[in-house]
């Protein structure tokens, strides 16, 4: 079991590297668009039709995956006030609980966001014309890499009670 969760934790951190590039492309093509949209409407005096929408919706992207990365390092909102009169087993027994029941609804908002993403596979969007499955597609994406974050921990914290440790991660490098 313990060689199941090393190969469970390599490819989360492997995933959250390429989850961590996405997101920082994206979040550049977000700026360039709309600093060239800012330049072409204040001193051209002319705009184009598209880039407000596509920054959306790269926006939208850009949150639901890197809202993986937050589960990943732990970055979530906690409350951590009575969690040094506990021993670490029952902190670590407790964590898996909630993780647990954080991924049941992961799965429902997984399971939703996959239905609107193909109820809507046949409209278009204004100015880009491409599918609004696109855009809705980020919603089942990033929720599936939360709930593969979100079940490794749930493991980790079981088969590694006593020894979870934080180490410095694509996130936390960065800060």
Known sequence: ??????????AADGLARVTSVASRIMLLAVAAMLFVQVVLRYVFLYSLPWPEEA???????VVMITGSLLV???QLVSVD???????????????????VMLVGLL???????LDQALFAW?????????????????VPVGSALMIFHMAVLALRDILRPEGVQ??????????
């Open 1 to 10: 079991m313990q060689k199941l969760l090393d190969a469970l934790l390599k």
């Open 55 to 61: 920054s959306r919706y790269l926006m939208i992207w």
């Open 72 to 74: 990943k390092d732990e």
């Open 81 to 99: 006030f009575f969690d040094a009169l506990w021993p670490k087993r029952v902190i670590a027994y407790r964590n898996a609980i909630f993780r």
């Open 107 to 113: 799965c429902v908002l997984f399971r939703e966001g």
């Open 122 to 138: 046949n409209r278009t969007t204004t100015a880009l014309q491409v599918s609004w499955f696109w855009p809705y597609l980020a």
């Open 166 to 175: 934080q180490e410095a991660s694509v996130l936390r490098a960065d800060i």
